[in-house]
């Protein structure tokens, strides 16, 4: 609370010493930006819009990027094939996508897709290392014992593996709307925070720019959240969460 | 008959056991002893199919298998019941797990907490259990009374020795009186000193 009264108080100084509503809008203009846009019908459906886009990606991309992993932890030759390509994904930077992707598929589906394609090398990365990570000792009982492969997955590789799929649903979070929102930045599907904070811009409403990338890392924080919640509830072989890299 | 011959098995380039015969009979306890280093375990992960052998064969321990190891390799989120349950058959009821780890001196309140709660001897009881509960023709016990504490160890033998009945045994131990008390035969894995003299 008092860290948020101390930044307030920097942004108000650096405001008045800037003194150009268009260089640095003050926090009550931005504050009434905001009281301003969030009664407008607009606003919500713009919200909603970006969001079911966001989250169908980061789905995507999480699915994809565990499917493959798995494969690849199965099959040396999936394993061969696939890490190459997805460390170049996981390697270029996001505009390139953003780019290439427009060419391919209209710009409804764009934030859908580029998100996909970021959270995906990174899910692809951590269940894989997690696969790999599983105890040697535990697999070892499992032939011994003639352990079903069902009951093996759900008592030995599951648990292995979640604490590293845990970590790539909360990096990956985070890359799901960084790279939605500069997708439709770029993009301009009507109706979206991108295009939204594209327009301000354009017209030079610093306020409006400010607003709508505050709403963006709110969303992404109650996004992060959401996820850490849902992930705390399954069962884990590790206590300890281990740290996924971007 | 789990037939042992000339059994040879090299681990990174050092020889671990050398021109070993064994026989395991169907019914009964063999007991290998000797000092650290001697194979034992080795042996053991050699009849369970987990290392294959340099030279020489394993005959006829190719049916069910089971194993207490070194360590106690439970599912640390699992309950004592659950780690038992996940390599029986399903239709072997939770009550009757819960019974036999009963017997093995496991407080009530033991059974259904993540084995990571439990303390050593109460987690190697479970390890026990769920070796001698499994359908398993060949059992090999390695160590297996390591951290059971000498009150409740007379009733874990007296446990381990009722499940041992009917089944080839290998039991790995550096004590005797265990070998003694379950019967076993007893053989010594001890390496002859090349050019020792007497």
Known sequence: ?246 | MIAVRDLHVELGGRTVLDDLDLDLPDDGVVAVMGPNGSGKTTLGRALLGLVPPTAGTVEGADERCAAVFQEDRLCEHLDAVANVRLVLRRDVPACRVAAELRALGLPADALHRPVRELSGGQRRRVAIARALLAEATLVVLDEPFTGIDADGRATVLAWVAAACRGRSVLLITHDVADAVRLGARIVDLTPVLEGAAL
Not at chain 1, 77 to 90: D, F, K, Y
Not at chain 1, 106 to 122: F, H, I, K, Q
């Open chain 1, 1 to 246: 609370m008092l860290v948020g009264v101390f930044w307030l108080a920097v942004w108000q100084l650096a405001a008045l010493a800037v003194g150009q509503r268009l260089l640095l809008p003050a926090p009550a203009e931005v504050g009434g930006r905001f009281a301003e846009l969030v009664v407008e019908p607009s606003f919500w459906s713009t919200v909603a819009r970006s969001l079911v886009r966001i989250a169908a990606g980061f789905v995507v991309g999480t699915l994809l990027g565990t499917l493959l992993a798995v494969a690849a932890g199965c099959w040396r030759t999936v394993r061969t094939l696939v890490s190459p390509v997805v460390g170049a994904v996981r390697a270029a930077p996001v505009v390139s996508f953003i780019v290439l992707v427009l060419v391919w598929v209209d710009t409804g589906r764009l934030a859908v897709v580029v998100s996909a394609l970021m959270v995906l090398p990174v899910t692809y990365a951590a269940v894989l290392e997690g696969i790999g990570q599983r105890d040697r000792a535990m697999l070892e009982v499992a032939a011994v014992f003639r352990v079903p492969r069902i009951r093996r997955l759900r008592a030995v590789d599951v648990p292995a593996v979640l604490p590293f799929f845990a970590a790539a649903c909360r990096v990956g979070v985070g890359l799901a709307w960084k790279s939605g929102v500069a997708a439709e930045v770029i993009g301009l599907p009507a109706g979206t925070v991108g295009a939204r904070l594209y327009d301000a811009k354009l017209l030079l409403v610093t306020a409006d720019v400010v607003v709508w990338t505050a709403v963006v890392v709110a969303l992404s924080l109650a996004a992060e959240r959401l996820v850490g919640a849902a992930l705390r509830r399954l069962p884990s072989s590790h206590p300890d969460h281990p740290e996924v890299a971007p």
